[in-house]
């Protein structure tokens, strides 16, 4: 029998699947709010010890925002309190809970968060040495005093969202993006050019590919932050950005913030999952990528293993110091596309070597085979196909990777092809005895002055972690087919991103909050995603036919057996993914072995430190029908 999951799904209309009512979104978001921890640690953090206690509590105020993120409902305070006034009168709180009392809710732990004053709660009571004022060490075990920034905040309460309990990413491989985020603020100046913050290395627009109104200051406005950028707006920490340009369009220009996102990406030869946020990070529109994609990396850890990262250009063109050493120093590999001045040949570390897109070759590598065309848009599917077989061509002439990186320099081991016996060499007679379907080199049999081959193709060098670390990407290659097949994994964070902005019911564009600064408008940005998260996951069950992981989570019954109620509906195959084509060897002249490389690298990489219950998509690990 074929399982579930390998078969299309089907339509959502066609299983008409009822959306959650409130009393099942209050138990999930009970569920939810429990397991962060966070409630804990907003009492512990800023509930005074002595006086009233509060009315509406921490935890109520936590369930209330996240109750109103999985119905679907606009982040407006106002909205919000409707949720609750609907809560209490039907029994789900202890007491009803204010629109004033949710604003100054959000204002309190928002603030809180970025004083950096908010800390996990303790398990036990702080003892103090009454004549030092010292506070004892706390017992082995507990957790308490970990400050909790907003992006673990939010990390936080996605995983715990995304993830039900006994469940969990069971993935290395993670995607990011940013998506522009409008502040409600009316605009009070124009620049025809924003001022990005080019510190990193971002790329400036030019006039002719930026669609924009003219300049239009007055005396008052624009003011400056304390960043030193233009202000255009009351919002404190909104500042203009650029949209990206749509089918050929130009680019556009806004006035908000940057919403980074997450993602957990299936393995190399695995079947995907439901694509939910796990971490997110909000910045100012036009401010560093690298500070706040790190900021979302570093969120996660301890939560989930990261070992390779899926970014755009918009990351991986920045600085090598402010991306790709950061990530080779939090020993994170990066899969990315190749911005036109990343290409190209360059010198490589010892003689007889050449840099070429990111890889190191021998100077054996055909000469029609280093300039190759990039992959335009508008490209046809089968221009690319061919083109992908002509960059599958270098590999047999490319330098591989020997071990595990450096633990503490990040430095690598590389060999030549001779070396890994993909071509066939007059300078190393072992692999002249290699089967003809390997590719013989034009090198001149013989030794140089200094007593080694007169070639590249036996070569061994140790990479500096700096060693082209703008461009570098060893394995895969930049252009071949296994190259697509990972980074095509990246569409994850794409369909996120369409889902937060159109899908899901929800528009997070300007009036989707209506608060001003970036703390604020992150944490009601965490609960929208929360609330798609919860969504997700139940549209993807259901349209397979399992059982929505978060009713059974709570114990509800009332869905129906989907396998018994639509089980006879005839269901294709699924498309496989390239990646997954690749693994199975469905895709002549492809090699599993070398795609699947860094994943077996990656997960023998894992720490038994981080504690995390890992779950597949397989139908014996996903919850029964009810």
Same mark, same amino acid.
């Given at each position: 029998?074929?399982?579930?999951?390998?078969?299309?799904?089907?339509?959502?209309?066609? $299983?008409?699947?009822?959306?959650?009512?409130?009393?099942?979104?209050?138990?999930?978001?009970?569920?939810?709010?429990?397991?962060?921890?966070?409630?804990?640690?907003?009492?512990?953090?800023?509930?005074?010890?002595?006086?009233?206690?509060?009315?509406?509590?921490?935890?109520?105020?936590?369930? %209330?925002?996240?109750?109103?993120?999985?119905?679907?409902?606009?982040?407006?305070?106002?909205?919000?309190?409707?949720?609750?006034?609907?809560?209490?009168?039907?029994?789900?709180?202890?007491?009803?809970?204010?629109?004033?009392?949710?604003t100054d809710g959000l204002d309190r732990f928002t603030a809180e968060l970025e004083s950096g004053r908010i800390v996990t709660a303790h398990t036990h009571p702080l003892v103090v040495d009454r004549r030092t004022g010292v506070v004892h060490p706390c017992p082995e075990g507990c957790e308490g005093g970990r400050p909790i920034s907003r992006e673990r905040f939010a990390a936080l309460l996605l995983?715990?969202?995304?993830?039900?309990?006994?469940?969990?990413?069971?993935?290395?491989?993670?995607?990011?993006?940013?998506? *522009?985020?409008?502040?409600?603020?009316?605009?009070?100046?124009?620049?025809?050019?924003? =001022?990005?913050?080019?510190?990193?290395?971002?790329?400036?627009? @030019?006039?002719?590919?930026?669609?924009?109104?003219?300049? /239009?200051?007055?005396?008052?406005?624009?003011?400056?932050?304390?960043?030193?950028?233009?202000?255009?707006?009351?919002?404190?920490?909104?500042?203009?950005?650029?949209?990206?340009?749509?089918?050929?369009?130009?680019?556009? %220009?806004?006035?908000? &913030?940057?919403?980074?996102?997450?993602?957990? $990406?299936?393995?190399?030869?695995?079947?995907?999952?439901?694509?939910?946020?796990?971490?997110?990070?909000?910045?100012?529109?036009?401010?560093?990528?690298?500070?706040?994609?790190?900021?979302?990396?570093?969120?996660?850890?301890?939560?989930?293993?990261?070992?390779?990262?899926?970014?755009? #250009?918009?990351?991986?063109?920045?600085?090598?110091?402010?991306?790709?050493?950061?990530?080779?120093?939090?020993?994170?590999?990066?899969?990315?596309?190749?911005?036109?001045?990343?290409?190209?040949?360059?010198?490589?570390?010892?003689?007889?070597?050449?840099?070429?897109?990111?890889?190191?070759?021998?100077?054996?590598?055909?000469?029609?085979?280093?300039?190759?065309?990039?992959?335009?848009? !508008?490209?046809? %599917?089968?221009?690319?196909?061919?083109?992908?077989?002509?960059? =599958?061509?270098?590999?047999?002439?490319?330098?591989?990777?020997?071990?595990?990186? =450096?633990?503490?320099? !990040?430095?690598? /081991?590389?060999?030549?092809?001779?070396?890994?016996?993909?071509?066939?060499?007059?300078?190393?007679?072992?692999?002249?005895?290699?089967?003809?379907?390997?590719?013989?080199?034009?090198?001149?049999?013989?030794?140089?002055? =200094?007593?080694?081959?007169?070639?590249?193709?036996?070569? @061994?060098? $140790? &990479?500096?972690?700096?060693?082209?670390?703008?461009?570098?990407?060893?394995?895969?290659?930049?252009?071949?087919?296994?190259?697509?097949?990972?980074?095509?994994?990246?569409?994850?964070?794409?369909? &996120?991103?369409? *889902?937060?902005?159109?899908?899901?019911?929800? @528009?997070?564009?300007?009036?989707?909050? #209506?608060?001003?600064?970036?703390?604020?408008?992150?944490?009601?940005?965490?609960?929208?995603?929360?609330?798609?998260?919860?969504?997700?996951?139940?549209?993807?069950?259901?349209? #397979?036919?399992?059982?929505?992981?978060?009713?059974t989570a709570i114990g509800d019954t009332t869905d129906p057996n989907w396998a018994e109620v639509h089980g006879h509906r005839k269901r294709k195959p699924r498309v496989l993914a390239l990646h997954e084509r690749i693994v199975r060897g469905e895709i002549p002249?492809?090699?599993?072995?070398?795609?699947?490389?860094?994943?077996?690298?990656?997960? /023998?990489?894992?720490?038994?430190?981080?504690? $995390?219950?890992?779950?597949?998509? /397989?139908?014996?690990?996903?919850?029964?029908?009810?």
């Amino acid at each position: 029998m074929i399982s579930s999951v390998m078969l299309a799904p089907l339509p959502k209309h066609v $299983v008409n699947a009822c959306d959650y009512d409130l009393g099942q979104a209050v138990k999930i978001a009970e569920a939810i709010i429990d397991r962060t921890g966070l409630a804990d640690a907003l009492e512990w953090s800023l509930t005074s010890a002595v006086g009233r206690p509060r009315k509406a509590t921490w935890r109520m105020i936590l369930v %209330v925002f996240a109750t109103a993120g999985i119905l679907g409902t606009d982040m407006l305070i106002t909205k919000v309190a409707r949720v609750a006034t609907s809560m209490a009168a039907n029994g789900h709180l202890p007491s009803s809970v204010s629109y004033d009392q949710l604003t100054d809710g959000l204002d309190r732990f928002t603030a809180e968060l970025e004083s950096g004053r908010i800390v996990t709660a303790h398990t036990h009571p702080l003892v103090v040495d009454r004549r030092t004022g010292v506070v004892h060490p706390c017992p082995e075990g507990c957790e308490g005093g970990r400050p909790i920034s907003r992006e673990r905040f939010a990390a936080l309460l996605l995983l715990a969202s995304g993830y039900p309990p006994g469940t969990a990413p069971n993935t290395t491989v993670f995607a990011i993006d940013s998506t *522009d985020f409008e502040t409600w603020a009316a605009r009070k100046s124009w620049h025809r050019l924003p =001022d990005i913050d080019t510190s990193d290395g971002a790329e400036e627009a @030019t006039e002719d590919s930026v669609d924009s109104a003219n300049s /239009r200051v007055d005396h008052q406005w624009p003011v400056r932050g304390a960043d030193g950028r233009a202000r255009h707006t009351w919002d404190p920490d909104a500042r203009e950005g650029y949209r990206s340009g749509k089918n050929l369009n130009k680019k556009g %220009v806004f006035v908000g &913030l940057d919403e980074h996102i997450a993602t957990a $990406v299936a393995e190399l030869g695995e079947a995907s999952g439901p694509h939910l946020a796990v971490g997110l990070a909000t910045a100012p529109a036009g401010s560093s990528k690298a500070a706040a994609g790190l900021a979302l990396l570093d969120s996660l850890e301890g939560l989930v293993d990261v070992r390779t990262v899926l970014n755009d #250009r918009g990351y991986s063109y920045l600085k090598p110091e402010s991306w790709a050493l950061q990530l080779a120093a939090r020993h994170i590999n990066s899969v990315f596309d190749l911005h036109k001045a990343q290409r190209g040949m360059r010198p490589g570390p010892i003689p007889h070597t050449i840099w070429v897109d990111g890889g190191l070759f021998s100077d054996a590598l055909p000469t029609h085979l280093i300039d190759l065309p990039g992959f335009d848009i !508008g490209i046809s %599917v089968q221009d690319k196909i061919e083109l992908r077989e002509k960059y =599958d061509q270098r590999v047999p002439f490319a330098y591989g990777t020997q071990g595990e990186a =450096d633990p503490v320099t !990040g430095s690598q /081991r590389v060999r030549g092809p001779a070396l890994r016996k993909t071509v066939r060499c007059v300078n190393n007679p072992e692999s002249m005895s290699l089967p003809y379907n390997r590719p013989i080199t034009n090198c001149v049999k013989g030794v140089g002055k =200094d007593g080694k081959p007169s070639c590249g193709c036996s070569g @061994t060098k $140790v &990479l500096p972690v700096d060693e082209q670390a703008w461009n570098r990407q060893l394995s895969p290659l930049w252009g071949t087919t296994a190259h697509a097949a990972s980074y095509a994994r990246r569409v994850a964070i794409e369909e &996120l991103n369409s *889902d937060a902005r159109t899908n899901r019911g929800i @528009t997070l564009d300007r009036f989707f909050t #209506r608060v001003l600064g970036a703390p604020k408008n992150h944490a009601l940005a965490t609960f929208a995603l929360l609330g798609i998260n919860v969504r997700q996951n139940r549209d993807w069950h259901v349209k #397979r036919l399992l059982a929505d992981p978060w009713l059974t989570a709570i114990g509800d019954t009332t869905d129906p057996n989907w396998a018994e109620v639509h089980g006879h509906r005839k269901r294709k195959p699924r498309v496989l993914a390239l990646h997954e084509r690749i693994v199975r060897g469905e895709i002549p002249g492809q090699k599993p072995d070398s795609l699947l490389s860094r994943r077996r690298n990656a997960r /023998r990489r894992r720490t038994s430190d981080v504690a $995390v219950t890992t779950v597949s998509f /397989r139908d014996e690990d996903l919850p029964p029908p009810a």
